[in-house]
């Protein structure tokens, strides 16, 4: 384990020590006053709408014991009352917390295994890193803390740890360069080049520009790891002379393929071949999306050495993140909270996934998919035709961009008193409380901002 010291942020930020002790060891690293305790490092960092920086007192008051700061003179009364703790100022706290956590990074010589992609980067990061904790002792991103902020904060989590797993988002290029730069990845996974932000970038060859950017960390020895049946990454892959690359698919020919694929209500199984043997493989997730997790779960086992049955098993028993395709059954109706997030693609592998689910009627309530930009109407009414060609029974619609997804399933034929367009999440509830049946499945999906946790919650509370 390395700790920092005040003396290396100091010489890594070019930091201004107020008061404080140049030995003392940094351990915890936290930027909201309201979860620090007792001997963490708070770093005021500035937002649109509020200055971290202004409330270092509040962290001093909850125990924290080094400050770091922008922009603030500290008074004497302060230095005297805290003259037991630690202040820095640097020029800019959110440049700081990423070059602290480069330097601490620089420090461990172990696998890192960074995660980009359209779609599934946080189930993905879920079951390489359960894989991978059947050898090590891993740290993985939490949550969906893969920015600019979150990646720094999960590398400054390194302890006693012998490898590490980190998801890495983005909403422009550049953002994933500035990701890899840090984190310094010796394996890289792209799972998919999709639609997610192409309002943002563009286009699709865009967006895989953004994807491609991890490679700029990678080390001079890792692995690129893609998924060979994506239309992008496969064209790209034809055309690399550069880079070493590991492949997984399920149509175009790969290093490790799923074959004799069988989706069922509760799980997905299928065989793959390793070293001329053929193996079981049983992922506890309904969806062909978790058939190519777990692939690329596995080349990253097999990179690092792990026997094939600790893989099997890690993909086995993995578990998956808060509000992504978590299934519950309450009285006898099933909800499938897929919440998160949302863009085209997976919001056609959720529906896809609803349909393999046990269930007398199937139920999709979709929101708003948002950052679509100028391609947002067609990629919402191409929503309508997948609910219209899976059969989907009773289609329940909230936001502005979601009205396309009922008006394009009503057009290609879908029984229009089947159809509810709403105006907000307490009119879904009010509507499930009023056609709920016994047997129900009901999945529920949109961009993070329709705060569809809402009706998640609601639903608990009346089925």
Known sequence: ???????DIIEQCNGNLIVGNLSKECTNFSTDTRNIKSGDVYIGLKGEKFDGSQFYKQALEAGASVCILQNIEIDNETKNIYNDRTIIIVQDTLKALQKIAKYKRSKYNIPVIAITGSVGKTSTKDIIASVVSTKYNVLKTEGNFNNHIGVPLTILRL???????????????????????????TIAVITNVGTAHIGNLGSRENILKAKLEILEGLSKDGTLIINNDNDMLH?????????????????NNSKFMAKEISIRPDCSEYKIVNENKEYNVKVPIASKVFIYNSLSAICVGKLLNIDINKIIEGIKNFELTKNRMEIKNINGITIINDCYNANFDSMKAAIESLVKMNGNRKIAILGDMLELGEFSKKLHSDIGKEIYYNNINILIVVGEEAKNIAESALKKGMNEDNIFVVNNNDEVINLIS?????????????SNGMHFSEIVEGLQKIL
């Open 1 to 7: 384990m390395y700790n920092i010291t005040v003396k």
């Open 159 to 185: 302890k006693n740890h012998d490898a590490m797993v980190v998801e890495m988002g983005m909403n422009n290029l550049g953002e994933i360069s500035l990701l890899t730069d840090i984190a310094k990845p």
């Open 235 to 251: 064209m790209w892959n034809e055309k690399n002379k550069t880079y070493k690359v590991l492949d997984f698919g399920i149509e």
């Open 434 to 446: 009023e056609i709920k049946q016994k047997g129900d499945c009901i999945l529920i999906k949109a």
